[in-house]
């Protein structure tokens, strides 16, 4: 698929180059169902430059439409990712990938207190084996302690006698397959991280009082709440942006081609004969927003403290009427967010990264992720 932002990406591109070297920049990539996102950097003074990004589309590789979703083979993801490469420009060879929360856990355990340093890899992963349906020996682990905080209403007697501790898990043949896709693609990395952790590090500044992270994925929602900068809920909506097309493509019996068409033009403002089209697109959204709900009512509910904010990131979000609505559903003040704003960029591009932010956050929370 042709890059949408071309002409931009080649002035952006030439700005930056005057005066620099290649040497340092480093490539974010997010490989998604339905496209790859990719951020270059370079870090000058202390600051992360943006030197370019780009996105491809996925469908047309398997025979469908944009917007369609994806489960491509290793060589096809690996010619996708060359392209995307090749058509943003992308000259840096070390690269940081993010694992999709589809293909990973992350969870809560409880474990005694008085359990010592050295003893809490082994019980860690003793109270992991509950939580993954594969051998353990078949996953990569990754675990934080939470910080217990007096204000949370779980305080009571026995409380101080557990510590929360936080547990990625990622299956090892994830990461395997995602080496070998960057390997064919020319590119070295160390980094694989799940994609929820490169969205906080892109999205948020020094929040420490409890926000929500929606991220609005093409097949799925993910919902993250983060709480002093700790991740305490992870949970997954599986119904995202191609759902909401989908629904107009079969209730309208359009070609889903038109029905993206339609979404992106009318989202849900649409007025007049449109309003349908809008109708159609709520059933999806209310029904992601009512989980949510019980998502943050839970949370509330457990540990009495209310969100200050919503972060609202991924393609999803630029759906017109997005943050309006969700403004109108969440008691929360509700943000779309602006990683870009992590970046020294030209003045020239401030409005249109602005625009197209949320769905390059992944890819850009990578990028700074390798240049630290």
């Known amino acids: 698929m042709p890059n949408p932002f071309t002409d931009i990406l080649n002035k952006v591109t030439d700005f930056l180059k005057k005066g620099s070297t290649e040497t340092g920049s480093v490539v974010g990539i997010d490989i998604g169902s339905s496209s790859i996102k990719v951020v270059q950097l370079r870090e000058k003074g202390g600051k992360a430059i943006l030197e370019t990004y780009g996105e491809l589309s996925l469908g047309p590789l398997a025979g469908l439409q944009n917007g369609e979703l994806t489960n491509l083979p290793n060589d096809k993801l690996s010619q996708a990712l060359t392209d995307a490469l090749k058509s943003s420009e992308v000259t840096a060879k070390s690269a940081a990938i993010s694992i999709p929360s589809t293909a990973s856990l992350i969870f809560t355990v409880e474990i005694p207190a008085i359990v010592s340093e050295k003893d809490m890899s082994t019980i860690i ?3 992991a084996r509950k939580y993954i349906p594969v051998p353990i020996s078949e996953v990569s682990l990754d675990w934080w302690i939470i910080p217990r905080q007096e204000n949370y209403a779980e305080e ?5 006698k557990k510590t929360e501790v936080l547990v990625a898990a990622i299956h090892n043949e994830t990461i395997n397959r995602y080496k070998e896709i960057l390997k064919t693609a020319g590119l070295q990395t160390d980094v694989f991280e799940i994609e929820i952790f490169s969205n906080i590090r892109s999205c948020f500044g020094h929040e420490i009082s409890a926000v929500l992270l929606m991220d609005f994925g093409a097949s799925k929602t993910k919902l993250s709440i983060i ?15 191609y759902d909401i097309s989908n629904g107009i493509s079969k209730s309208l019996s ?4 038109k029905a993206e068409e339609l979404k ?6 649409g007025e007049g004969d449109k309003r349908n089209i809008t109708d159609i697109a709520k059933l999806s959204v209310d029904y992601i927003f009512s989980e949510t709900n019980s998502v943050i009512l839970n949370y509330e509910k457990k540990y009495n403290r209310a969100l200050s904010k919503v972060f609202l990131t991924g393609g999803g979000a630029l759906l017109k009427g997005m943050a309006e609505a969700a403004a109108g ?22 409005d249109i990264l602005k625009s197209i932010g949320p769905e390059f956050s992944v890819a850009l929370g990578l990028a700074l992720r390798k240049l630290k």
């Open 125 to 127: 992963s003793t109270e």
């Open 156 to 160: 009571a007697p026995s409380a101080g």
């Open 227 to 241: 709480d002093n900068g700790i991740v305490r809920v992870f949970h997954i909506v599986n119904r995202g942006a």
């Open 254 to 257: 359009l070609p889903f081609e």
């Open 264 to 269: 992106r033009q009318n989202g849900l403002l």
């Open 329 to 350: 559903t969440f008691r929360s003040d509700v943000v779309l967010a602006d990683p870009f704003s992590k970046t020294e960029t030209p003045a020239f591009l401030g």
